[in-house]
């Protein structure tokens, strides 16, 4: 499993872009200087990975207003991933990139891989606009995603990397914040054990 704060692996693969009905390559690394959250998912035309596509893509605008890119990624071809939007309601409605991952490196990469199935698990990677990872989750393939928590993390975690402090003094997120709350001022070592 990759580490926060680690240089997020770069890729080169194959891309379903639904907004221009179009299939070209696409690397990570082009994506630099943005935000950017993974969404990986079991495998196409599967139940709950319609809804978090979906899900994703009631967000996606609000993503993009902040300076992210989202990309969906599973070990399916890029054409399996054409005919999934052609075909699935859910699908349909998706304007951001469908990465496919046939060789199975990208989830390797990622730590993603299910060596049971050969199939992508369910998981979220937010990176940031220096290539760094800084948020990872994966849980049981029958759980969607809660993208409401996903924005919130990415708006909590914007709001780090804006403001990073020092050793001594810096600004932390409370569980429970939403964007336009107060943070928490930490001073070390005033602070320690007063919270």
């Not at 379903?16 to 630099?32: G, T």
């Not at 979906?54 to 890119?69: I, L, P, T, V």
């Not at 975690?157 to 402090?165: E, Q, R, T, V, W």
Request: charged content about 20%; aromatic content about 12%; hydrophobic content about 40%.
């Amino acid at each position: 499993m990759i580490e926060i704060g680690s240089p997020a692996p770069n890729f080169t693969a194959n891309a379903f872009f639904p907004a221009e009905n179009a299939v070209r390559k696409l690397s990570l690394s082009e994506l630099r200087g943005k935000w950017v959250v993974m969404t990986f998912h079991p495998g196409d035309f599967t139940f709950v990975c319609a809804t978090d596509l979906q899900a994703f893509q009631n967000y996606y605008d609000r993503f993009k207003a902040e300076g992210a890119e989202i990309l969906a990624i599973s070990t399916d071809s890029v054409y399996s991933h054409k005919v999934w939007w052609e075909t699935s309601p859910r699908v349909s409605k998706v304007r951001y990139p469908l990465v496919e991952d046939i060789s199975k490196s990208i989830s390797s990469a990622y730590g993603f891989l299910n060596s049971q199935t050969g199939m992508t698990r369910r998981g979220t990677v937010i990176v940031d606009p220096d290539g760094n990872v800084q948020y990872i989750s994966v849980f049981n393939d029958r759980l969607g995603k809660d993208v409401g928590h996903v924005y919130n993390a990415f708006q909590g975690l914007k709001y780090i990397y804006s403001h990073p402090g020092s050793p001594q003094e810096f600004e932390i997120i409370p569980a429970e914040w939403r964007a336009g709350q107060p943070t928490l001022v930490i001073k070390v070592p005033d602070d320690i054990g007063k919270l």
